[in-house]
């Protein structure tokens, strides 16, 4: 995972990790997610749930996650008429702490979850807005 | 567990170990216990779930005993509250205070996008179905209780009646301004406004009665407040009571808020759990009330607002007018709430006519006549998907600011396919010789999509959508775009100067091009300011900032690399690329553009930079004078829409002025700026390289020549880097008018 100077990138390792980004997630969202929420994708995905940590303080403050699952698609052009099934990754949380935004974190793991969805063969990545 | 073997306290609990009946015979049983001992052999992390858990399930479920979630889990704390709930309590003034401001703190949290369920329906005098047949009645044996607080709570109730109603007009979005949630409301609907006005009038005269007593004096601020408020949210939704309804909002901004306590709490009357009752309501997240004070700038604002807003619209005749109006309201800092949004666009439009009396077809087919200075015989072609297309321009405008982004640019593929049309519309009447076919319709079409998405990219800099290193982008690209709105305005100029009796409307175009013109040279002076920053290394892309470890250089050269580049250009620019005029820029077209800029010194840049700025200013004060024409209004609605490019072209102009004379250029160590563009990236790319290599490990080059090369290029940063931190510090915020960057530098 890239590193810098202040931040540290990895992937969701243990139970301890979920607490953490669940606050992140929970600081900027509209509606309260349950545990549940969050299991359904770290437990299933543990490797596209990517966690930042600011090295000098020894904190988390920025996390993402994401799914991968295949997908019936109607053939189209773009990925040719044989191809029913498309492996669809979604971004279904983003959220950097309000302290280190503008800094590039959101960015990184943003991209850094894109290759994982890549080198996992997803077809095509949505998220909640584009 | 899949692929386990569950043990016997949690076989128990499986569905598939009992069967299950849903009848009146069931018998609830506590089974902590047995959760509690099958859970005790889970290790930490490790999960029992379904085959089939799906994300609905997941996002469905509650955590039991979760206070965020579980809405039915009371604490001993909060039973205790709940207990203490007396309808029949007799109140006293300084009680009465204390619940009527309380309900005055949910209200306006509520008007803040906050749920009815965690304000206003956490009263229960206010929730309590069946009222006292006393309320109003000078009998009562609880006076204060009848014939002041439910008084004002009517009041209340009734003013939210209103707003609730205006938001069924579904004019701003529902799960981004409104909360709405799955509650059917109750605002005291067996109450007419005249009966709320005479309950208020009751209180009033029970409250003059008791004028030594501070409580009573502040309770009728209250009744006063709640009175002319509700007046006027009445006449706001008769179809023609705007004049009516800003006296009454003229009336309350003069209320003198003496509010100086905050009266005597009562237990029990505020259940801030309430939502258990409501299952079919999903939680929602814990907010703090508004203090007494900000409540009451809110309603103030929003008073001032809808006087200020409904107002002008009053006053304005043309289209033109209309369209700085609703300019103005998108780019106000703070955004106006959402009911004074909703309200304004309400007055605006409303069933298809155009401030009551005119058809949304009409109004489009005038705004054509009017801004593209068409002649009446030009006008065959617009129909209602027109006319609600341009509907929509204007209800854009009354968005929040994340939502006017993007629908802005959303819509823009809509008023591109509209211009297809008309296009060939237009070559239908009169023939496909650009040089004799004034293309009245389709130029017009093509206007307003040029101001939607010079709007929508302006947008991303007021949301800090860009990070810094992306200004040289966007400004760049944007000035692209007004370049081209320039030119079709001239070209529209063109026509309409060939007849003379179109010059009077002539005047408009050449308002809208001063407007296009200033904002031009601004972007271009915003362009060549921020170009100068990257070369300077204030403007740093963030996998620059980097501690020198392999994989950052690794990641960097990636990111640095053309590929990269074209993919970042391309991401955003998507909006742009899709349309079919103006001409999209691609990314070997940008490359050139940015290095026409290559022969520039960093000195020139900003000397270059203040020009354009001085262009900018004589192009405002232009359309200041072709709109001196206009009314007092028409002028003052164009400034409004105007005064963030008059804020960003004098403040950034004082700026490079005071940078310009400081002669921080002039020294000898400075003449080494005179390295171009693409030198100072071939620069970035060859210390990259060098310090990737030393991350590697690899043995430094033993070529003299090359070992020289690269000594220079850093010592070239450093000094640089030197320059801006001991010389001149540079940096840039949107302050009060967040869509136009101003810069400071600073020469210590």
Redesign the interface.
């Known amino acids: 995972m890239a590193s810098t100077d202040i931040f540290e990138y990895r992937i969701y390792e243990k139970e301890s990790d979920l607490e953490p980004a669940m606050a992140l997630i929970d600081q900027d969202l509209s509606e309260p997610y349950s545990i549940y929420t969050y299991r359904y994708f770290v437990q299933q995905w543990p490797n596209l749930c990517i966690l930042a940590f600011n090295k000098q303080a020894d904190k988390c403050i920025g996390v993402i996650i994401c799914k991968l699952e295949p997908h019936k698609t109607n053939a189209n052009e773009y990925f040719g008429v044989n191809k029913t099934v498309l492996n669809r990754g979604y971004i279904g949380m983003v959220a950097v702490d309000p302290q280190y935004r503008k800094q590039g974190v959101g960015s990184s793991l943003v991209m850094q979850a894109l290759d994982a969805m890549k080198k996992q063969g997803a077809d095509e990545v949505l998220s909640e807005r584009c | 567990m899949e692929g386990g073997h569950l043990n016997d306290n949690l076989e128990q609990l499986s569905l598939e170990s009992i069967a299950i009946k849903d009848s009146q015979d069931d018998v609830w049983q506590d089974i902590t216990e047995l959760v509690d001992k099958g859970t005790q052999e889970l290790s ?2 490790q ?1 029992l ?1 379904p085959a089939y ?1 799906t ?1 609905f ?3 469905t ?3 039991v005993m ?1 206070p ?2 579980d809405m039915g889990m009371l604490s001993k704390e909060d039973h205790e509250e709940i207990a203490q709930w007396d309808i029949q309590r007799k109140l006293n003034l300084h009680e009465a205070l204390w619940i009527s401001l309380q309900m005055f703190r949910c209200e306006m949290t509520w008007h803040m996008s906050a749920s009815l369920l965690q304000t206003i329906y956490t009263c229960n005098y206010f929730t309590q179905y069946s009222m006292d047949q006393m309320v109003g009645e000078e009998e009562s044996d609880n006076p204060v209780r009848d014939l002041v607080l439910y008084p004002i709570l009517v009041g209340t109730g009734l003013c939210c009646r209103y707003v609730w109603n205006e938001y069924g007009r579904e004019n701003v979005f529902r ?1 981004e301004d409104v909360h709405f949630g799955a509650v059917s409301p109750h605002f005291f609907d067996e109450y007419s406004q005249s009966d709320a006005l005479r309950l208020l009038d009751v209180a009033q005269a029970y409250l003059e009665q008791k004028k030594d007593d501070e409580a009573a004096q502040q309770l009728l601020v209250l009744v006063h407040v709640r009175r002319h408020w509700l007046q006027g949210l009445a006449w706001l939704s008769s179809d023609d009571g705007n004049e009516r309804a800003l006296e009454e909002l003229a009336r309350l901004q003069q209320v003198e808020w003496r509010i100086s306590e905050s009266g005597q709490c009562v237990r029990g009357v505020f259940d801030r759990k309430c939502m258990r009752r409501y299952p079919s309501a ?4 814990p907010i703090e009330l508004a203090s007494i004070e900000k409540s009451y700038q809110t309603l103030v604002q929003m008073a001032r607002d809808l006087h200020e807003l409904l107002g002008a619209l009053e006053q304005a005749r043309s289209v033109e007018h209309l369209m700085y109006i609703f300019q103005a309201i998108a780019i106000r800092s703070p955004q106006p709430e959402p009911f004074v949004r909703s309200v304004v666009m309400s007055a605006f439009e409303r069933d298809g006519r155009v401030r009551g009396s005119e058809s949304l077809e009409s109004f489009a087919r005038r705004a054509i006549l009017e801004v593209a200075a068409a002649p009446t015989k030009a006008l065959s072609a617009v129909d209602g998907e027109m006319a609600r297309v341009l509907a929509d321009w204007f209800r854009t405008h009354c968005q929040n600011g994340p939502r006017q982004r ?1 629908i802005a640019l959303k819509y823009l593929g809509m008023w591109d396919a509209m211009q297809a049309v008309a296009e060939q519309n237009d070559i239908n009447a009169y023939g496909g010789d650009p040089s004799q076919n004034p293309f009245w319709t389709s130029s017009w079409i093509y206007l307003m999509k040029l101001l939607l998405l010079e709007e929508g990219m302006l947008a991303g800099v007021r949301l ?1 959508v860009y ?1 810094d290193y992306e200004m040289p982008l966007l400004f760049g690209y944007l000035t692209q775009v007004l370049e081209a709105h320039v030119a079709h305005i001239d070209r529209m100029l063109s026509f309409v100067a060939q007849k003379s009796d179109q010059q009077p409307r002539a005047m408009q175009l050449l308002r809208w091009r001063a407007s296009a013109l200033a904002q031009k040279e601004l972007c271009l002076a915003e362009w060549l300011i921020a170009h100068a920053c990257e070369r300077l290394n204030v403007f740093v ?3 620059h ?3 020198g ?1 392999q ?2 250089l690794q ?1 960097a050269l990636r990111l640095d690399a053309e590929p990269a580049q074209r993919a970042r250009y391309a991401l955003r620019l998507r909006a742009m690329s899709m349309l079919g005029s103006p001409s999209f820029l691609n990314f070997d077209g940008w490359k050139a553009t940015v290095a026409q800029l290559d022969e520039c010194r960093i000195a020139d840049l900003f000397e270059h930079a203040s020009a354009a700025l001085l262009r900018a200013r004589m192009a405002l004060d232009d359309g200041r004078r072709h709109g001196s024409s206009s009314s007092d209004p028409e002028l003052a609605a164009w400034e409004a829409a105007h005064k963030p490019v008059y804020h960003a072209v004098l403040a950034n102009s004082v700026s490079l002025s005071k940078l310009l004379q400081s002669h921080v250029f002039a020294t000898a160590a400075t003449a080494e700026l005179g390295v171009t563009g693409d030198a100072a990236q071939r620069n970035r790319l060859s210390l990259l390289n060098a310090d990737l290599n030393a991350a590697q490990g690899m043995q430094p080059t033993t070529n003299k020549k090359k070992l020289k090369k690269i000594k220079r290029e850093r010592q070239w940063r450093d000094d640089v880097n030197k320059l801006v931190s001991d010389k001149l510090q540079i940096s840039w915020s949107t302050g009060k008018h967040p869509d136009w960057p101003i810069y400071t530098f600073i020469d210590p």
């Open positions: 930490s992390g999960l779930k858990f994300l399930d997941a996002m479920s509650i955590e979760d965020r979630l799960e999903a939680p929602t997240k993007r800090c990070l892309a963030p996998w900032k980097h501690s470890s994989s950052a990641a």
